[in-house]
């Protein structure tokens, strides 16, 4: 079929009609983050989605029922198209896109699954002519049509009758160019392989932004996601609403792992995990592992469950041995469940330096303006905020869920080495062992400051309502809420103290402004406990 200028329109008894095919040019639009897999809903309006809702989950299609092309928002072409949309893919790959130059003014557009099969082609064959270039989708886009996956994440399709999708990029070749989802969706993706390098792009070393992943499953080996295995570049405004299951180390829901090229960062921003998220070690909700990464105004709303360092965000941030890698976190929510055994976070798994001790240098991650709402639990150094934490700086935390295992278990920061910490909070029960408390379960050599705890706590030995075991700490402006004849900390062998408050004390203006410029008093939120200013401008 040939697209040509003003109107498209699918023949109902299969006549072929000449039509304009249309792309939406609104790039200020986000894509949808409102509703979560555990019931829950977005507080934030940096990630909401101005097209669509999660109950609509990518029916921002650019189709109607009769297969016209919207042309609300849209912008006109200035050449012929061919293609034929909305229909499923058969496996093949077309010989051309629908149009285009490659160029920023002029991208290449893709309306069919055959045409984004092209793409998939001339990546992996390392065709020069299309490196660097310019990409667009001008409709949605169906790899397999039907239900793959339900409610619950499961694969349900019959697996022998699904084509299956070679990723745009792999081990040996990346994509460089620019990829702009145009705010549509493309469904019905099946990956199911051991090798490495999964997702819609296997290797993406450019720009991708502006798309839906919905309806599809993906099971592979090392670095395996919904949008990115592996993410050197950045990946903006995208939602995965698809089950990432990894067989090896590296799984997320938007990128396997997120390392840009040495002193480059890569970049995920306004980004959203709706996917249940299963893999071994370094498994997150949007990345498995960000190293010399960037992860800004992100949200998970899927289970995510693994082994080693796991998170609602990212399973490992930051990373040395002999060269450093930085990572920044910052606007970030997580309100689904978090499983794992040791270094589990509702927000990161473990952040900053491998090694177990005090490590020399400086800080290696920043973590900022973060919440975490859902349960987390695990095994060893598990935290409301991060697992484990070396040579990192967390500013302005929130949890209010209940976070629960056996050593090193807090609110905020299971085991905390070497770091600064300012303007945290918990309100959600904490249970485990020993080296227990309601922000930090082990604080060794650093410096922390404007703090409040109201969760239970409960543990054996070094047991606090504030932190577990303290040594060596610089500490201020430190409040817990009386409980009984419960103390403060565990053992507290570094001095700083942290004073008593009533439930009516701490629900004051005075006890906001007591914490400092970054709490804010806000009665109607948060049971009435002081939040963070952060919260209250989302």
């Not at 996917?275 to 800004?296: C, F």
């Not at 005090?358 to 709402?373: C, D, F, M, Q, Y």
Request: hydrophobic share 30%; proline share 2%.
């Amino acid at each position: 079929m040939r697209l040509t200028k003003y109107f498209l329109f699918f023949s109902c008894a299969a006549l072929i009609c000449a039509c304009t095919a249309t792309i939406s040019s609104d790039d200020e639009d986000d894509i949808s983050s409102v509703s979560s897999s555990s019931g829950k809903k977005s507080s934030s309006s940096k990630t909401s989605d101005k097209k669509s809702s999660a109950t609509e989950k990518g029916n921002s299609s650019s189709s109607n029922s009769d297969g016209e092309i919207s042309s609300s928002s849209v912008e006109e072409l200035d050449e012929d198209c061919i293609g034929e949309p909305g229909k499923p893919w058969d496996g093949t790959t077309a010989k051309n896109f629908a149009c285009g130059a490659g160029t920023k003014l002029s991208p290449y557009i893709i309306l069919t699954a055959e045409q984004l099969a092209k793409l998939a082609f001339i990546v992996g064959s390392n065709d020069k002519d299309y490196q660097g270039k310019y990409y667009k989708l001008g409709v949605d886009i169906i790899l397999n049509d039907g239900k793959i996956i339900d409610e619950k994440g499961a694969l349900v399709a019959d697996s022998t009758k699904l084509h299956k999708w070679t990723p745009i990029g792999n081990s040996s070749v990346g994509f460089t160019g620019t990829f702009d989802g145009n705010g549509h969706t493309i469904s019905g993706m099946f990956i199911n392989t051991t090798s490495s390098h999964n997702g819609l792009f296997g290797n993406n070393q450019g720009s991708i932004s502006h798309l839906i992943l919905e309806n599809s499953w993906v099971s592979g080996g090392k670095f395996s996601a919904g949008i990115a295995g592996i993410n050197g570049g950045s990946i903006t405004k995208v939602t995965n609403y698809s089950s990432i299951i990894g067989n090896e180390d590296c799984t997320g829901g938007i990128a396997g792992q997120s390392n840009g090229p040495y002193p480059k960062k890569s970049m995920i921003s306004s980004s959203t995990n709706h996917g249940i998220i299963k893999g071994k070690n370094y498994t997150g909700g949007i990345a498995g592992q960000a190293y010399q990464a960037s992860i800004e105004n992100a949200e998970n709303h899927g289970l995510v469950e693994g082994g080693s360092n796991v998170g609602g965000i990212a399973g490992r941030g930051a990373y040395t041995y002999v060269s450093s890698y930085f990572m920044d976190c910052k606007n970030a929510l997580n309100y689904a469940n978090i499983i794992g055994e040791n270094n589990v976070g509702g927000i990161i798994g473990g952040a900053g330096y491998v090694s177990p001790t005090i490590s020399s240098g400086s800080i290696l991650a920043t973590v900022t303006n973060v919440k975490n709402e859902g349960q987390v639990l695990g095994k060893k150094y598990i935290g409301g905020i991060i697992g484990s934490a070396n040579r990192v700086s967390i500013n302005n935390a929130g949890n209010t869920a209940s976070i629960e295992g056996s050593d090193y278990i807090s609110g905020i920061i299971g085991n905390l080495l070497g770091s600064n910490s300012s303007y945290l909070y918990n309100t959600g029960s904490v249970s485990g062992s020993t080296y227990v408390g309601g922000l930090i379960g082990y604080n060794q050599e650093g410096v922390t400051s404007s703090a409040y705890s109201t969760g239970k706590v409960d543990g054996d030995s070094l047991v606090g309502l504030m932190i577990g075991y303290n040594y060596n700490t610089t500490m201020a402006d430190y409040y817990y809420l009386e409980q009984g004849d419960q103390e403060p900390f565990g053992l507290n062998n570094g001095g700083g103290v942290a004073t008593p408050k009533s439930e009516k004390e701490m629900k004051s203006s005075d006890f906001a402004e007591l914490l400092g410029e970054d709490f804010v008093y806000d009665s109607g939120l948060n049971s009435g406990f002081p939040i963070l200013s952060w919260e209250q401008e989302e």
